[in-house]
């Protein structure tokens, strides 16, 4: 028999799938459909990286599973091609990014196809494509009509690195996700989607999905969702008030100041009557440089009084000082707050710096409320004819006594989609000569992105270099009409995608209304867990608008979730160009072969969980291949009965294990059972199940086997093996626990059991334990299959 030789056997097999077009979906409609979903790469100039040769592998194991059952599956993949690191990489090499962009897709397209993933690259899907972006743009017009899309000039979020806006969501802890750079608040104009109007919708439809907890957690934090008040405080001697707006109304009475941020419009206003604007100004100019998380965590409270100006308190018409400081946000809520510094730690700090009043006005059992702010609720004290009051009845009573209105906040803002940025989708949009805004007539979508641009940021977008888009424009529109020349956010193209996968060449429309029924919504989704806030979120945003609009009839795109982990390097550590701890799959593939490294990378562990690389374990899947190659000498005419059993026992779990991703358990029982069979005989048939079940994580080993037991058809369009379920039941007996020679209980196990698990069993049998416990056990018999006798 000749060597297992994987080389050979894996180019081999990908020209032949490859030529027969075994990727394709069938679209017969007797099928049922099930439509398995990757988050599709930026494709990165190093490649595909262990995480994506992870992630792909089990969805790659699942739709052919799926498809040997007997479902029709989509192999459709596509990458991300819109984005920063293009255009970054672009300047540096000054080669176009369309260029790289193509060039880096191209070895991707080589590196999943060696590493057997079945996808149909001939209909893959790429977002900087006129063909796609045009669907991007289109979607944009339908959201413009339909008010989902709005402009304003507003503070947004800045990175100076970048030179480009950003959504809340690309700002981590204070810093630009790409580049780390602090990120700052920069008055822009800029296009804004209405995801807020979604914001209870995106929390309560996260009741029906299969998605982790803490995927969904999250997604609810960041939407902060908040019950509170609007109650308003007006302005002494002035005709001008402002609304504050509060989780705590029943603290009103304790409130000894009122605080702006201090871009809060207000404030220029009140300009002519603020005694110390020099320094009120110089303060809202430092604020300009401050990140948000630096404004919430900032360990010393700043501020200034704005002299000269007093408030009314509307529950007891106290006067209380004004003041503006960084630790309110104008961006939450109405950007002014009511300050109470015993009952809000915040306002505890900066009142004892500026030494204000701080007046309880709850009653607590703690003592010590010197030293913090007591923020539990409570009875209510010094709060007039409230006092005695629960808090929470307070929050109405108060708040309707003072002539205020019972409100819900959200920490979701509007996603901000515009960015200065040239390598992403053109907006739709030109501008009238009197400034107004306009929709690019969709029969002139794609409104393509004009190449004759230097890239070069400066803080201006490049597009409005452009002389050929400004001549576009001029031609279509007439003179004075200047096109939009902000790009939208890569992030715009990325939350559709999934609705293009099963039309990829419709150029009538985004997706058919016949396939869209067939294949949506995705059914199982596979990704990294970093994607929480912005992909998932997002995704789930357009999903909604489009159903809102009538464009499709669903409102959640991913009905079932799940993450898989990290890949760690021997240390445990993150796997990073940085830290030049990278593995090469393409290395990997070259000496192990595709089906050593797709086993071993879901050998490794549970796909959520992360995994340490450990090359010896390759191996040890290699080794595990050569078996299975070697089994074929087993093969005679009959099966020997012994392992009958067996081998229906491993069908039923490599089947339940697949249904449940647990795709390591499956592997590691092919592995027990492939050690066992080599000493008995295998039938052909029984031979050809076993491969049958190895294929998705294998197939090409499994195609070469099978074809050489006399197979003429893929093993891949062959069907799932069935199991009996007489022989996969594992047999339980009842098995005795005696104490002293006496019958105590009587357990249903398994025969195999051990003496040491009966021990243990029997020890935590609650009718057992009575007579054992503080008991010195002298002797324990034992008898296979029958009994355990403890001898106290
Ligand atoms: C008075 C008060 C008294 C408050 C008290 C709390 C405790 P969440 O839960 O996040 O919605 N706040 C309101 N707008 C703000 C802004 N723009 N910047 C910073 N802080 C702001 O928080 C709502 C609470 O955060 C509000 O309730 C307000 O402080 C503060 F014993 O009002 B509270």
């Not at 799926?66 to 090499?93: C, H, R």
């Not at 200065?420 to 690019?440: D, F, M, N, T």
């Not at 956010?489 to 990325?494: E, G, I, L, M, R």
């Not at 009839?553 to 030049?580: I, N, T, W, Y």
């Amino acid at each position: 028999m000749k060597e297992y030789n994987h080389k050979e056997i894996e180019e081999r097999w990908q020209k032949n799938w490859k030529e027969k077009r075994t990727d394709k979906a069938s679209e017969n409609k007797d099928k049922k459909k099930c439509y398995i979903l990757d988050m599709f790469p930026y494709p990165s100039g190093e490649g595909l990286h262990m995480g994506h040769a992870e992630s792909y592998t089990s969805t790659d194991i699942m739709r052919r599973h799926k498809k040997m059952q007997g479902f029709d599956v989509l192999n459709i993949q596509g990458f991300d091609s819109f984005g920063l690191p293009a255009e970054n990489y672009a300047i540096k090499t000054k080669t176009h990014p369309k260029e790289t962009t193509k060039k880096n897709i191209a070895n991707y397209v080589k590196q999943m196809t060696s590493l057997g993933f079945s996808y149909d690259f001939e209909n893959k899907v790429v977002t900087s494509d006129p063909e796609y972006y045009k669907w991007t743009q289109y979607i944009f017009t339908q959201f413009f009509k339909n008010d989902l899309v709005y402009k304003k000039t507003d503070f947004i979020n800045w990175c100076d690195s970048c030179k480009t806006g950003l959504a809340n969501e690309q700002v981590e802890d204070g810093t630009c996700e790409r580049c780390k750079n602090e990120v700052i608040k920069k008055e822009v104009p800029g296009w804004f989607f209405r995801i807020t109007d979604f914001s209870d919708d995106l929390i309560n439809d996260l009741d029906g999905l299969d998605w982790p907890e803490y995927t969904k957690k999250n997604q609810i934090n960041w939407i902060g969702r908040s019950e509170g008040s609007e109650i308003e405080f007006k302005i002494k001697d002035l005709d001008r008030s402002f609304k504050v707006f509060t989780t705590r109304a029943d603290t009103l009475f304790g409130a000894t100041y009122c605080v702006l941020a201090p871009e809060n419009k207000l404030v220029q206003d009140l300009k002519d009557s603020i005694e110390n604007w020099n320094e009120v100004e110089k303060y809202i100019e430092k604020t300009k440089n401050k990140s948000e998380m630096d404004r919430i965590e900032g360990k010393e409270k700043t501020g200034v009084k704005l002299e000269g100006v007093k408030v009314v308190n509307p529950a007891n018409e106290e006067e209380l000082p004004l003041f503006i400081s960084d630790y309110v946000l104008a961006s939450y809520g109405t950007g002014a707050v009511m300050a109470v510094p015993a009952h809000d730690q915040r306002d505890f700090e900066f009142a004892k710096k500026f030494r204000l009043d701080i007046r309880e006005v709850i009653s607590s059992d703690e003592k010590n409320t010197k030293e913090e702010a007591f923020v539990g609720i409570g009875n209510l004290l010094n709060s007039g004819k409230f006092d005695g009051m629960s808090s929470e009845e307070a929050k109405k009573k108060i708040t309707e006594f003072v002539g205020g209105e019972l409100k819900i906040n959200y920490r979701l803002r509007d996603w901000s989609v515009s960015r200065q940025r040239y390598w992403g989708s053109p907006i739709p949009i030109v501008y009238s000569p009197e400034g107004e805004a306009k929709l690019v007539p969709e029969e002139h979508l794609p409104w393509t992105l004009p190449e004759d641009v230097d890239f070069v940021p400066t803080g201006e977008a490049p597009l409005k270099k452009s002389k050929e888009l400004l001549e576009r424009t001029e031609k279509i529109f007439g003179k004075g009409w200047t096109p939009e020349t902000d790009t939208l956010d890569t992030f715009v193209c990325s939350s559709w995608y999934y609705l293009r996968y099963p039309d990829p060449k419709n150029s009538e429309a985004f997706c058919s209304e016949e396939k869209l029924k067939r294949w949506l919504p995705v059914d199982l989704y596979i990704g990294g867990a970093e994607h929480t806030y912005m992909h998932l979120l997002y995704a789930r945003f357009f999903t909604k608008a489009m159903k809102k609009i009538g464009l499709i009839d669903f409102s959640e795109p991913f009905l079932k979730l799940r993450h898989q982990g990290m890949v760690l390097d021997a240390k445990g550590v993150k796997m990073s160009k940085s830290k030049g701890n990278i593995v090469n799959p393409d290395d990997m593939v070259d000496r192990f072969g595709a089906d050593a490294v797709r086993l071993y990378v879901m050998f490794a562990g549970p796909l959520d969980e992360d995994i340490i690389w450990n090359e010896n374990n390759i191996v040890g899947m290699y080794r595990f291949l050569e078996r299975i190659w070697k089994l074929k000498e087993s093969v005679s005419e009959k099966t020997s009965e012994e392992i009958i059993p067996e081998l229906h026992k491993l069908i039923k779990k490599v089947g339940d294990d697949l249904d449940n991703i647990k795709l390591n358990t499956a592997i590691s029982t092919m592995m027990s059972f492939v050690n066992s069979a080599k000493s008995f005989s295998l039938s052909k048939e029984d031979y050809g199940s076993v491969l049958k079940l190895l294929a998705p994580f294998a197939p090409h080993i499994t195609e070469e086997l099978w074809m050489e037991i006399g197979n003429k058809d893929s093993i891949h369009a062959s069907d799932w093996p069935k199991y009996n379920e007489d022989f996969a039941k594992d047999k339980k007996i009842n098995f005795v626990i005696q104490v002293n020679g006496k019958l105590r209980s009587l357990i249903e196990t398994n025969p195999d059991i051990t003496g040491e698990e009966a021990r243990e069993l029997a020890e935590n049998d609650e009718k057992i334990k009575k007579w054992i416990e503080g008991k010195d056990i002298k002797k324990v018999i034992f008898i296979k299959s029958r009994l355990i006798n403890i001898i106290v």
